[in-house]
């Protein structure tokens, strides 16, 4: 069974830079595409970037682009979220998942979250 956990959140003022990581065990071929979603309070859950780990192909929402990066050590089984020029909308609880691909519809396997906060 795949076990994803997350680390590196904190809180940072506006501006700042956090790097998020997500370790990953007991994956199978299922696993292939690593992604980071982030809940806010009383707000939906949404996608924030992907990455496919055999081609490093990656995708982002749109207001994170050109400040989050999202990359893979496979050596590592690790996924890193670097994100900079936080803002207070960034806040947010950051979850990591793993599914077949990035468009897949349901991502099968979670970890336990890390709490990101964007304040001065």
């Known amino acids: 069974e795949v076990q994803l956990v997350e680390s590196g959140g904190g809180v940072v003022q506006p501006g700042g830079s956090l790097r998020l990581s997500c370790v990953i065990s007991?994956?199978?071929?299922?696993?292939?595409?690593i992604a980071w979603f982030r809940q806010a309070p009383e707000k939906e859950r949404e996608g924030v970037s992907c990455?496919?780990?055999?081609?490093?192909?990656?995708v982002y929402r749109d207001s994170v682009k050109g400040r989050f990066t999202i990359s893979s050590n496979n050596a590592k089984n690790t996924v890193y979220l670097q994100m900079n020029s936080l803002e207070p909308e960034d806040t947010a609880v950051y979850y990591c998942?793993?599914?077949?691909?990035?468009?897949?519809?349901?991502?099968?396997?979670w970890g336990q979250g890390t709490q990101v906060t964007v304040s001065s």
């Open positions: 998942a793993s599914a077949t691909t990035c468009s897949s519809p349901r991502f099968r396997s």
């Open positions: 990455i496919r780990r055999t081609d490093g192909r990656t």
């Open positions: 007991g994956f199978t071929s299922d696993d292939d595409a």
